[in-house]
C-alpha cells in the first residue's frame, strides 16, 4: 500500500514543517493518491479524477455505450444468522467468507475486461464500457455474458458452511449509458449508473432463476 504523507512533510528539531519538502514531492504524491483511490473507486471515475482531480462543484455527467451486469447473491441473511450465533468468532468467520466470496467475484469480472462500479446490499454491480475497451458495443456485450457465465460455473451453489449455499441469479443490460455524480449536500456525491440498460439489467436479474443469465 502506497505511504502518503511521509516523504512530504518533514519536521525540524523546532517542530516546523517544511512545505518545500511536499512541494517538491507534490506531483509523486498526487500519483501515488490517484493510484491508492482507483482501488476504491470504477475505473470511470479514477479516469475522471485523473482528466481533473478538482472535485466537482455541481452535477456531471457522461454518456457512452455499456453493457452492464446485475449479479443477486441468494443466502447470505441465512449465513449471517447463522454465524451470529458463535459471537465474535462468527463475525470473523463472515469477514474472511465475503472477502472470499467476493474476491472470486471480483477477480473474474475484472479477468473479463469489466469494471465493479458497486456493492448493493447482496449484489454487485459492473460495466463493460465501449470507451474503456475502444470495442464495439456487441464485443463488450459479448464479454459481459461469458463474465456471467463463469461466474455461474465457479460460484454458484458455494458452499461456506456446512448447511448453507450460496446461490446466484444474474442480469444483463446493454446500450446507451449515462454515468453520473449527483447530490453535493455537505459536498457529498453519488456517482450512479443510469439509462435503459439499466432497467433491462435489473428486469433480467429478476427473472433469472438461480444458475441462470438472463
Known amino acids: 500500500m502506497p505511504k502518503f504523507g511521509i516523504p512530504a512533510f518533514s519536521a525540524n528539531i523546532e517542530g516546523v514543517y517544511r512545505v518545500t519538502d511536499y512541494k517538491n514531492s507534490s506531483t509523486a504524491f498526487m500519483s501515488d493518491l490517484l493510484n491508492y483511490l482507483a482501488t476504491y473507486v470504477p475505473w470511470l471515475m479514477a479516469r475522471r479524477f485523473a482528466n481533473d482531480p478538482t472535485p466537482p462543484a455541481a452535477p456531471q455527467a457522461d454518456d457512452f455505450r455499456a ?53 448493493a446490499g447482496d449484489g454487485l454491480q459492473a460495466v463493460w464500457s465501449t470507451i474503456a475497451t475502444g470495442e464495439d458495443l456487441e464485443i ?53 449508473l443510469a439509462g435503459q440498460p439499466i432497467g433491462q439489467m435489473n428486469e433480467a436479474s429478476e427473472l433469472a432463476l438461480p444458475g441462470q443469465v438472463v
Do not use: M
Open 140 to 192: 463488450v456485450t459479448l464479454r459481459a455474458a461469458h463474465c456471467g457465465l463463469t461466474v455461474q460455473k465457479q460460484l454458484q451453489n458455494y458452499q461456506p458452511t456446512d448447511g448453507t449455499r450460496l446461490s446466484l441469479r444474474i442480469g444483463i443490460g446493454a446500450g446507451d449509458v449515462i454515468a453520473g455524480n449527483v447530490g453535493g449536500v455537505l459536498k457529498r456525491w453519488e456517482f450512479l
Open 67 to 119: 453493457a452492464v451486469l446485475f449479479v443477486d447473491i441468494s443466502g447470505f441473511t441465512r449465513l449471517a444468522q447463522k454465524l451470529a450465533e458463535e459471537g465474535t468468532d462468527g463475525a470473523e468467520k463472515l469477514t474472511r467468507i465475503l472477502n472470499d466470496y467476493f474476491g472470486q467475484l471480483i477477480n473474474i469480472i475484472t479477468l473479463h475486461g469489466g469494471d465493479v462500479v458497486k456493492f
